[in-house]
Structure formats: C-alpha cells, structure tokens
C-alpha cells in the first residue's frame, strides 16, 4: 500500500550520493525493457518510456535546482530535504504510473535510493526533525531495505514519542515483515494519537485484520 509521506500536521548513515540525471533518465526504461519481448512488448516498451519521460520531466527542474544549490553550498539543509523530497515524489509518481508501465518492479527503487541518501545527509546536518526521519524510513522501507527502515522510524519514535506519522509507518513496516504483535502496538498507538487522522481509516483497517489473524492463531482457528 502506498504509505503517506507529509502528514506531520494532519497527517547508512552514509556518503550522500547523489544518482546521475542521465543514470537514472536511462536506467528506468532498461528496467523495463527487460521484461519484455517481441513486437507486443517493443509497443507496450514504446508507451512505458513515454509515461517515464514525462515523469521525469515533472521532476527533473527541481532535482536540477536543488542539485546547483548544493553544488555552492553542500551543507544546506532546505535544499537537501527539498531534494528528498523530489526523488520520493518522483518514486511515489512511478508507483501510480505502475500500470502503465506494465506492472514492473523496480523502475523506482533509484528514487527511493536517492531519496533516502538525501534525507540521511540532510539529519546529519540537523537531527532530530521527525517528518523527515519519517520520509526517510519510508523512502528505505519501498526500496526494499526493510530493517533499516524500522531502524530509521524506532530512533523516530524514540526521539519525537508523540509523532503520530512515526506510529502509523512502524506498524506498517512490521506488518509486512510478520510481527504482527509490534504492528498492532504501533496502531493502536497511531490511533491514540490522531484518530481522526487522514491515515486512521487505513490504519483501522489494518489492525482490525491483524487483531482478527491474532485471536485466530490463539484459539487455533484455521
């Protein structure tokens, strides 16, 4: 499911390293590509680049701004996190666009990648801000490095105990790794917090199902 990214008010650490424009431009349409075959996939290939050309042109003035700003002063911490922000953006437009792209894994994971790095970069700089650790997680957790992203949103939680977005990502993130005890803890805490939050309705949902799977493993339903 996607996971909202900025709801603060409604709703490794390593060398940043930014991905090269041209990289990530040609990379996605590889991606594609290379899953498919014959004229049929040569077409649907043909309708793919042009979905991923236009999301990038969305993202790429930003990117290039924000990559200039940091190029005169690499410790900017607005330019950083607005730069994290555009390549989650961009991951989050490619997931939408899954689609059209003929349901492809993989063709964001480099957003998420940079993403990530530019947050990491961006607390080192300024720790301690909960949105953007958040969004850190989150940018983690969709390019598949599951552990540190729970990594990421514990120091959250630990650091910023009231940040309801922090809750609602955890339970998330330990629902699709089975630890479903954690998961609910993490709702149900989510629900204290903002219950009538924009993600109360998913986060509902979810821990009515997790709740269900528990009382079902405990009287030995099948």
């Known amino acids: 499911m996607a996971i909202n990214k900025k709801q603060s008010s409604i709703w490794v650490k390593a060398v940043l390293v930014f991905v090269a424009l ?20 040569e077409a649907s290939a043909s309708g793919a680049g042009a979905v991923l050309e236009s999301i990038a042109n969305e993202h790429l003035p930003a990117v290039t701004s924000y990559t200039s700003a940091l190029a005169s002063e690499p410790t900017s911490y607005t330019a950083l996190v607005g730069l994290g922000n555009t390549y989650f953006d961009w991951g989050a437009k490619l997931q939408e666009a899954r689609q059209a792209l003929g349901d492809v894994d993989g063709h964001d994971l480099p957003m998420w990648l940079a993403a990530a790095a530019a947050y990491d970069r961006a607390l080192t700089i300024k720790p301690g801000d909960p949105s953007v650790g958040t969004d850190m997680a989150i940018s983690l957790y969709y390019a598949a490095q599951t552990d540190r992203a729970i990594e990421v949103i514990e120091g959250v939680r630990a650091d910023a105990p009231d940040f309801g977005p922090a809750y609602f990502n955890a339970g998330v993130f330990y629902r699709g790794v089975g630890e479903n005890a954690k998961a609910i803890a993490a709702f149900e805490r989510y629900l204290e917090l903002e219950p009538e939050g924009a ?19 405990t009287t030995g339903t099948p």
């Not at 041209?22 to 996939?41: D, E, T």
């Not at 993600?199 to 493993?217: D, K, V």
């Open 22 to 41: 041209a990289f990530i431009v040609s990379l996605l349409p590889q991606v594609f590509l290379g899953n498919k075959n014959g004229a049929k996939g």
């Open 199 to 217: 993600s109360a309705p998913p986060a509902r949902s979810m821990l009515s199902e997790l709740q269900g799977a528990s009382t079902g493993e």
